[in-house]
């Protein structure tokens, strides 16, 4: 399903001519099933996020291969990446990252329209996902009109509108309470079972961790041990 | 993304910005209506220009220049090139041609031609026909205005000192014999300059009338008298000329310069045109330049517009291009949108151009005549500004290029948009 091999990357930060280097990501080696739930935890600046951020193909990793359904996706253009994306990831941010200028259903709805599907097609899925996640009687609202729990809702449903197969969530539950960030993650166990998504987890509360099949530890951008099908 | 759904997307955002966005369409629309008026009034005074060659003279004619008369050996070659249609003699009187008809008298200028060359010519008969005898004559459209008698004289001297205290002139039109002039005879006296005396007066029937000018100001009581009137008194004298009637306008430059090149001195109004045409071409290019420096000051508006709202919606980008939205669907939807303000902009620059067009035209023959002291100039055909398709055509495609042209960088900056920093601006 995804397969991570001897992945490096290297920040250069500082001003010019004092510029220092920064290894996030030191020979990352994973394996991943179809249908897992894996938590990635680590403090912060362990580089987990980074390592989310280029399976996402949100940047370029320095070296090493990541192979998503037999495809190799670590050397992808932008124009690849963003084409891969939609079809293939779904996304769930801590700040859930709704545009606060369209409607529930019209956040849930970008990712078909991206796809170019048509408005009757569109309507019927958004109509299906929101029911799923109870929110559908707040179609026409705007998102700075709903709570926190409601919104995360919202971002899960706009991640699983194409129906992508692997969904990658950072921090999911960071700006929720206690008893909603349980709420969330009984629905992601409750989608992982239902329709066999892939969820890779990004998150530092071991509660949150605590719902994956597997949890991946990263420490200084070396995974140090855990579950990781080392290859 | 469906092309319907890209439109939706784009309106959306312009209406989220109604006011910023109304302001820059405002001033695509200033800028693009500046240059469609100013070039307007290059286009008018050329048409005015125009307008007052075309009815000067009939513009398939050419000028055959020369005291003499044609010979038949020039008057065959010339009738023997291509789309001459037709070669007229005319032969104007010396001195004036004195009238006489019941207590009435009046002065006109004579002029004989060929009625069989003339009948070949689009008639310009108000009413009758042409003279085949020699009694038989076509007065101008003025003629029985000019046939006064002494109570008329009374009159006209009387009204034309009234009107010279208001400052004014009259020009005598409401006198003159009323009746239908048509058919009626009337007593002629030719003027021989060598003797300087009138000949014994002749009879001559009124057998038709000439149209009226296309000049108001203008009064013809000329008289057109048939060729066989010289058989009648060959000692009158008259000064000889020529015309060649082409059959359309097209072909008068090449008859001009066939006959040219066999040395006739030929001379048509067309070659005034051409010229004239040359000469606004480049006046308008001149003005057209000039109004396009207003459009790129507008266009600096729209930059800004744009670079504002990739600025505002950076976080936005980011979202978009995290779930799936390719660099060019995000630079396309902004391209749209400028797109969109240009053309908002050029339409409206068109409908506020023509209202101003018309205004112009309605208003300033009144402002000009006032300034000048003139008297009323609304009965002329004056345009100050014409807007001919062309223009629009040009102009909005100026306005829209200049408008993709500015959206078109702060467009790719929106695709240079990293996701991970978007992601991480405050909402």
């Given at each position: 399903?995804?397969?991570?091999?001897?992945?490096?990357?290297?920040?250069?930060?500082?001003?010019?001519?004092?510029?220092?280097?920064?290894?996030?990501?030191?020979?990352?080696?994973?394996?991943?099933?179809?249908?897992?739930?894996v938590a990635i935890v680590g403090k912060s600046g362990s580089g987990k996020s980074t390592l989310l951020q280029t399976i996402a193909g949100f940047m370029k990793p320095d070296s090493g291969s990541i192979i998503v359904n037999n495809t190799e996706i670590a050397g992808f253009t932008e124009k690849q990446s963003t084409a891969f994306r939609l079809d293939h990831f779904g996304f769930i941010f801590q700040n859930f990252q709704l545009l606060s200028s369209q409607t529930v259903f019209e956040n849930v709805e970008l990712p078909l329209k991206l796809k170019g599907i048509s408005p009757a097609i569109r309507k019927k899925k958004v109509s299906e996902i929101l029911t799923k996640v109870e929110l559908a009687g707040v179609a026409d609202h705007y998102p700075n009109e709903l709570s926190g729990g409601q919104q995360q809702r919202?971002?899960?449903?706009?991640?699983?509108?194409?129906?992508?197969?692997?969904?990658?969530?950072?921090?999911?539950?960071?700006?929720?309470?206690?008893?909603?960030?349980?709420?969330?993650?009984?629905?992601?166990?409750?989608?992982?079972?239902?329709?066999?998504?892939?969820?890779?987890?990004?998150?530092?509360?071991?509660?949150?961790?605590?719902?994956?099949?597997?949890?991946?530890?990263?420490?200084?951008?070396?995974?140090?041990?855990?579950?990781?099908?080392?290859? | 993304?469906?092309?319907?759904?890209?439109?939706?997307?784009?309106?959306?955002?312009?209406?989220?910005?109604?006011?910023?966005?109304?302001?820059?369409?405002?001033?695509?629309?200033?800028?693009?209506?500046?240059?469609?008026?100013?070039?307007?009034?290059?286009?008018?005074?050329?048409?005015?220009?125009?307008?007052?060659?075309?009815?000067?003279?009939?513009?398939?004619?050419?000028?055959?220049?020369?005291?003499?008369?044609?010979?038949?050996?020039?008057?065959?070659?010339?009738?023997?090139?291509?789309?001459?249609?037709?070669?007229?003699?005319?032969?104007?009187?010396?001195?004036?041609?004195?009238?006489?008809?019941?207590?009435?008298?009046?002065?006109?200028?004579?002029?004989?031609?060929?009625?069989?060359?003339?009948?070949?010519?689009?008639?310009?008969?108000?009413?009758?026909?042409?003279?085949?005898?020699?009694?038989?004559?076509?007065?101008?459209?003025?003629?029985?205005?000019?046939?006064?008698?002494?109570?008329?004289?009374?009159?006209?001297?009387?009204?034309?000192?009234?009107?010279?205290?208001?400052?004014?002139?009259?020009?005598?039109?409401?006198?003159?014999?009323?009746?239908?002039?048509?058919?009626?005879?009337?007593?002629?006296?030719?003027?021989?300059?060598?003797?300087?005396?009138?000949?014994?007066?002749?009879?001559?029937?009124?057998?038709?009338?000439?149209?009226?000018?296309?000049?108001?100001?203008?009064?013809?009581?000329?008289?057109?008298?048939?060729?066989?009137?010289?058989?009648?008194?060959?000692?009158?004298?008259?000064?000889?000329?020529?015309?060649?009637?082409?059959?359309?306008?097209?072909?008068?430059?090449?008859?001009?310069?066939?006959?040219?090149?066999?040395?006739?001195?030929?001379?048509?109004?067309?070659?005034?045109?051409?010229?004239?045409?040359?000469?606004?071409?480049?006046?308008?290019?001149?003005?057209?330049?000039?109004?396009?420096?207003?459009?790129?000051?507008?266009?600096?508006?729209?930059?800004?517009?744009?670079?504002?709202?990739?600025?505002?919606?950076?976080?936005?980008?980011?979202?978009?291009?995290?779930?799936?939205?390719?660099?060019?669907?995000?630079?396309?939807?902004?391209?749209?949108?400028?797109?969109?303000?240009?053309?908002?902009?050029?339409?409206?620059?068109?409908?506020?151009?023509?209202?101003?067009?018309?205004?112009?035209?309605?208003?300033?023959?009144?402002?000009?005549?006032?300034?000048?002291?003139?008297?009323?100039?609304?009965?002329?055909?004056?345009?100050?500004?014409?807007?001919?398709?062309?223009?629009?055509?040009?102009?909005?495609?100026?306005?829209?290029?200049?408008?993709?042209?500015?959206?078109?960088?702060?467009?790719?900056?929106?695709?240079?948009?990293?996701?991970?920093?978007?992601?991480?601006?405050?909402?």
């Open positions: 399903m995804i397969t991570v091999q001897s992945l490096q990357h290297t920040f250069i930060i500082g001003k010019k001519g004092q510029e220092k280097k920064v290894e996030v990501l030191k020979d990352i080696n994973f394996r991943i099933e179809q249908g897992e739930i919202v971002s899960i449903a706009r991640a699983m509108i194409t129906n992508p197969p692997i969904i990658l969530a950072d921090e999911p539950t960071g700006s929720l309470d206690s008893q909603t960030e349980k709420e969330i993650l009984t629905l992601i166990q409750q989608l992982n079972e239902q329709d066999n998504i892939t969820f890779i987890i990004i998150t530092h509360d071991e509660e949150v961790a605590s719902i994956a099949d597997r949890k991946f530890r990263m420490a200084d951008g070396v995974l140090v041990g855990g579950m990781a099908h080392v290859i | 993304m469906l092309f319907k759904d890209q439109l939706q997307f784009v309106f959306q955002h312009m209406k989220k910005n109604k006011l910023r966005v109304t302001m820059t369409i405002l001033a695509a629309m200033i800028g693009c209506s500046f240059l469609i008026v100013l070039a307007s009034v290059g286009f008018g005074i050329q048409e005015t220009l125009r307008n007052d060659i075309l009815s000067q003279e009939e513009i398939t004619k050419i000028e055959l220049y020369g005291d003499e008369t044609l010979s038949e050996k020039d008057r065959e070659y010339i009738e023997s090139v291509d789309h001459v249609n037709v070669v007229l003699n005319k032969a104007e009187l010396d001195g004036i041609v004195s009238t006489s008809f019941e207590d009435r008298k009046g002065e006109s200028t004579g002029v004989i031609y060929n009625t069989s060359e003339l009948k070949q010519l689009p008639s310009n008969l108000n009413e009758g026909r042409l003279p085949e005898q020699a009694n038989e004559i076509v007065v101008g459209y003025h003629f029985a205005q000019s046939l006064l008698n002494e109570e008329d004289r009374a009159i006209i001297e009387k009204k034309s000192k009234e009107a010279e205290e208001q400052g004014s002139y009259y020009d005598g039109s409401e006198e003159g014999y009323k009746g239908d002039i048509l058919n009626k005879e009337v007593n002629l006296q030719f003027y021989n300059a060598e003797t300087e005396a009138y000949t014994e007066p002749s009879t001559f029937k009124i057998v038709g009338i000439l149209k009226k000018p296309s000049y108001d100001w203008y009064v013809d009581s000329s008289i057109q008298f048939s060729d066989a009137l010289l058989d009648k008194f060959p000692n009158l004298v008259t000064y000889p000329s020529t015309f060649i009637y082409v059959d359309s306008v097209e072909n008068v430059m090449p008859v001009l310069e066939t006959l040219k090149d066999q040395n006739y001195q030929v001379y048509s109004q067309i070659e005034q045109l051409e010229e004239m045409d040359l000469f606004f071409l480049i006046f308008k290019i001149g003005l057209i330049f000039i109004g396009t420096i207003a459009i790129l000051i507008a266009s600096i508006g729209i930059f800004n517009t744009m670079t504002m709202a990739v600025t505002e919606r950076t976080r936005e980008i980011g979202v978009l291009k995290a779930i799936g939205a390719s660099p060019n669907l995000i630079q396309r939807l902004f391209l749209m949108e400028s797109t969109f303000i240009g053309l908002l902009g050029t339409v409206l620059a068109v409908i506020v151009s023509y209202v101003i067009s018309f205004a112009a035209n309605a208003i300033l023959p009144y402002v000009v005549s006032f300034a000048l002291s003139e008297e009323d100039l609304s009965n002329y055909e004056l345009t100050f500004s014409l807007i001919p398709i062309s223009l629009v055509l040009v102009a909005g495609s100026i306005s829209l290029l200049v408008a993709i042209i500015s959206g078109w960088r702060p467009a790719r900056n929106a695709t240079k948009i990293e996701v991970i920093q978007a992601l991480r601006q405050e909402l």
